[in-house]
């Protein structure tokens, strides 16, 4: 069974940067697949980040683009968000999750997410 | 970029009710589009995947139909675990994604 696991710190300051990882158990990124991050503000919807290919070809939301780096470390099976100037608007709940490789691929797995609070 | 529109944003129901959600993408997904299930606190759980196809372990009270631009997400017969908020998600743009904005079902 795959399992998904964020980390990083709960609570971040206006204009500085959020490092989160995803760590990856019972499958090896190196195998395929896309590692996606959503994220959803407290009582809103799900809203997609972005993605990373074990050879780390990324896709980004063009609305976070510009602040969003991603990165995968297939030695250690996991892989990372990097969010830079963060205001209060970039609070939420962080997932991470395997993307499905289309409509005919049943597997679905998603991390438990991490709530990130940004506040002085 | 592909839009997902996705109504009711909520509704209210009553155990035992047939209850319908839309969504409506902004171009043709094929059958590229999945429905969620999530409680508070929890993280979304897949219901339906390929537009009609039952995630294992899923009721059969939910089904999924559509093609293209205009899919539906039906319960049958609404239980007591049935009250969450439900998204849709196209991944007609893979790996690239895109939300519905959710619909909350609540309590009559």
């Known amino acids: 069974q795959v399992h998904l696991q964020e980390s990083g710190p709960g609570l971040a300051k206006p204009s500085e940067t959020l490092s989160l990882t995803c760590a990856v158990s019972?499958?090896?990124?190196?195998?395929?697949?896309?590692w996606a991050w959503i994220r959803q503000p407290p009582g809103k919807g799900l809203e997609w980040i972005g993605c990373i290919h074990r050879t780390g070809y990324p896709y980004f939301n063009p609305s976070l683009q510009s602040r969003v780096s991603l990165s995968v470390d297939t030695s250690k099976n996991h892989f990372s968000l990097n969010l830079t100037s963060l205001t209060a608007a970039d609070t939420a709940v962080y997932y991470c999750a395997r993307a499905p490789l289309g409509s005919w691929d049943s597997s679905d797995f998603w991390g438990q997410g991490t709530l990130v609070t940004v506040s002085s | 970029d592909i839009q997902m529109t996705q109504s009711p944003s909520s509704l209210s129901a009553s155990v035992g009710d047939r209850v319908t959600i839309t969504c409506r993408a902004s171009q043709g997904i094929r059958n590229d589009l999945g429905w969620y299930q999530q409680k508070p606190g929890k993280a979304p759980k897949r219901l339906i995947y390929?537009?009609?196809k039952l995630q294992s372990g899923v009721p059969s009270r939910f089904s999924g139909s559509g093609s293209g631009t205009e899919f539906t997400l039906t319960i049958s017969s609404l239980q007591p675990e049935d009250f969450a908020t439900y998204f849709c998600l196209q991944y007609n743009t893979y790996p690239s994604w895109t939300f519905g904005q959710g619909t909350q079902v609540e309590f009559k």
């Open positions: 390929g537009a009609s």
């Open positions: 019972g499958y090896s990124i190196s195998s395929g697949h896309y």
